[in-house]
T-cell receptor, first 118, second 114 residues
Framework: AQKVTQAQTEISVVEKEDVTLDCVYE???????LFWYKQPPSGELVFLIR??????QNEISGRYSWNFQKSTSSFNFTITASQVVDSAVYFC???????????????FGQGTILTVHP | ETGVTQTPRHLVMGMTNKKSLKCEQH?????MYWYKQSAKKPLELMFV???????ENNSVPSRFSPECPNSSHLFLHLHTLQPEDSALYLC?????????????FGPGTRLTVL
């Protein structure tokens, strides 16, 4: 069975602070994919990034960066110099290898509510 | 329209009503999904369709009935719902069921059952 844990339910920061959202996962698949989604107040989840289990390189996209560590089963997300527009719920998700029982099924974490104050 | 659209955006219904939620994707994708998002709970996958065939029914009560007439449209028919069914219902699509495909989500329908 797959499981994703986002231990931080809510985080509150002041604008320009850096913030890291934690994500820990469990899976028996050797091939799997990890995702981060952002859910702004409008409701729809917006895709941010995908990593596969064979690529542990960290990734940076503007103010966003992701740290994938297979040894600790973690895929953490850091926002540098946070802005008010970053306020949203952030979800980490896991998808197992196609062909198994978990094909393209996404298992989501509980989500972390991020509030950035001006 | 682009992306994934859902109508209505808000719905209030009584327990004896019958209503339907509609989802349409303009992305040329072959897989579509229904999720339920309740307060303080992770997103729950309800149904998965691939090329108009249902491939997953995740132990969803029969008062929820999905329909996928073609790869662009997905419906969720609702009847005799319970107050605990109040939630945000999200539709998503992806190019295929392959695990590496990200899913594209609609804005959701906020359902309130009185």
């Amino acid at each position: 069975a797959q499981k994703v844990t986002q231990a931080q339910t809510e985080i509150s920061v002041v604008e320009k602070e850096d913030v890291t959202l934690d994500c820990v996962y469990e899976t028996r698949d050797t091939t799997y994919y990890l995702f981060w989604y952002k859910q702004p107040p409008s409701g729809e989840l917006v895709f941010l990034i995908r990593r596969n289990s064979f690529d542990e390189q960290n990734e940076i996209s503007g103010r966003y960066s992701w740290n994938f560590q297979k040894s600790t089963s973690s895929f953490n997300f850091t926002i540098t110099a946070s802005q008010v527009v970053d306020s949203a719920v952030y979800f980490c998700a896991l998808s197992g290898a196609a062909g198994g029982t978990s094909y393209g099924k996404l298992t989501f974490g509980q989500g972390t509510i991020l509030t950035v104050h001006p | 329209e682009t992306g994934v659209t859902q109508t209505p955006r808000h719905l209030v219904m009584g327990m004896t009503n019958k209503k339907s939620l509609k989802c349409e994707q303009h992305l040329g994708h072959n897989a579509m999904y229904w999720y339920k998002q309740s307060a303080k709970k992770p997103l729950e996958l309800m149904f998965v369709y691939s090329l108009e065939e249902r491939v997953e029914n995740n132990s969803v009560p029969s008062r929820f009935s999905p329909e996928c007439p073609n790869s662009s449209h997905l419906f969720l028919h609702l009847h005799t719902l319970q107050p605990e069914d109040s939630a945000l219902y999200l539709c998503a699509s992806s190019p295929s069921l392959r695990s590496y495909n990200e899913q594209f989500f609609g804005p959701g329908t906020r359902l309130t059952v009185l």
